[in-house]
C-alpha cells in the first residue's frame, strides 16, 4: 500500500516570499492533517480535515497560513509571506478508524527553511 | 504548562540495557494514548498503543495510569536500532497532541 506521499522535500525560501506544499493521503482515508515540527519539538496540529471539510484549525496562523482540500483526497498548505520562524518540518498525516482512535500514518514530510 | 511532557534525554544506554521513559499530560478528557517513534530526520511512526491494563510488544511494554495522568515506555533487551527519539501522543477529541520527545541512544 502506498504511503502519504508529499512535496517537495526541501524548499528554501526569504522571507515574505510564498511558499505551497503539497500531500496526497493514503487511498481511502478521509481524515488529513497538516503538521508543523520544529527543531526539537514535537509535531504541532495545524488543520484538520475531514474529506473536504475543515474540523480544526484552531492552531493555524490564518493571517499568513491557508489550506484546502478541495475534492476530499489531496491537500495543500500555503504560507504568505512567509516568517524567519515559519523554518520547519511540514508534516501531512492520513488516518484510518483504529481501537484506540485514530491511528494516524505520516509523510516524509516538508523541510522549510526560510532565511 | 505543556500538555504532554517529557523528559528529553538524551538517555544513553549499551546494548542489552533496559530502559524506561516516562510522560504526563495535564488533560484529563484525553482519551487514548500512544508512543510513537520518529528517526532522524525521518516522519514520526506508530510504535504502539497504550491501554490501561497496560501492553506488551515484544520487547515494548507500555502503561498507563490515568489517576495520575501518567504514561510510561519501557524497552528491554536495547539494541542499536532503538535509537531515535519516542514521542508520548495523547488523543483528546480526535485531536493528536505530541510531547516533545525523548532521545534514545544505543551504544555498542
Known amino acids: 500500500e502506498a504511503g502519504v506521499a508529499q512535496s517537495p522535500r526541501y524548499k528554501i525560501i526569504e522571507k515574505r516570499q510564498s511558499v505551497a506544499f503539497w500531500c496526497n493521503p493514503i487511498s481511502g482515508h478521509a481524515t488529513l492533517y497538516w503538521y508543523q515540527q520544529i527543531l526539537g519539538q514535537g509535531p504541532k496540529l495545524l488543520i484538520q480535515?475531514?474529506?473536504?471539510?475543515?474540523?480544526?484549525d484552531s492552531q493555524l496562523p490564518k493571517d499568513r497560513f491557508s489550506a484546502e482540500r478541495l475534492k476530499g483526497v489531496d491537500s495543500t498548505l500555503k504560507i504568505q509571506p512567509a516568517k524567519l520562524e515559519d523554518s520547519a518540518v511540514y508534516l501531512c498525516?492520513?488516518?484510518?478508524?483504529?481501537?484506540?482512535?485514530?491511528?494516524?500514518?505520516f509523510g516524509p514530510g516538508t523541510r522549510l527553511l526560510v532565511l | 504548562r505543556k500538555e504532554v511532557e517529557q523528559d528529553p534525554g538524551p538517555f544513553n544506554v549499551p546494548e542489552g540495557a533496559t530502559v524506561a521513559f516516562n510522560c504526563t499530560y495535564s488533560?484529563?478528557?484525553?482519551?487514548?494514548f500512544f508512543w510513537y517513534r520518529q528517526d532522524c530526520r525521518k516522519e514520526p511512526k506508530l510504535l504502539m498503543s497504550?491501554?490501561?491494563s497496560g501492553n506488551e510488544d515484544g520487547r515494548f511494554t507500555a502503561q498507563l495510569n490515568r489517576a495520575s495522568q501518567y504514561i510510561s515506555l519501557l524497552i528491554r533487551d536495547s539494541k542499536l536500532s532503538d535509537s531515535a527519539t519516542y514521542l508520548c501522543?495523547?488523543?483528546?477529541?480526535?485531536?493528536?497532541?505530541f510531547g516533545a520527545g525523548t532521545i534514545l541512544r544505543v551504544k555498542s
Open positions: 488533560n484529563s478528557a484525553s482519551q487514548s
Open positions: 497504550v491501554y490501561s
Open positions: 480535515f475531514q474529506n473536504n471539510g475543515v474540523v480544526d
Open positions: 501522543v495523547v488523543n483528546r477529541g480526535n485531536k493528536l497532541v
Open positions: 498525516a492520513s488516518s484510518v478508524p483504529g481501537l484506540a482512535g485514530e491511528t494516524q500514518y
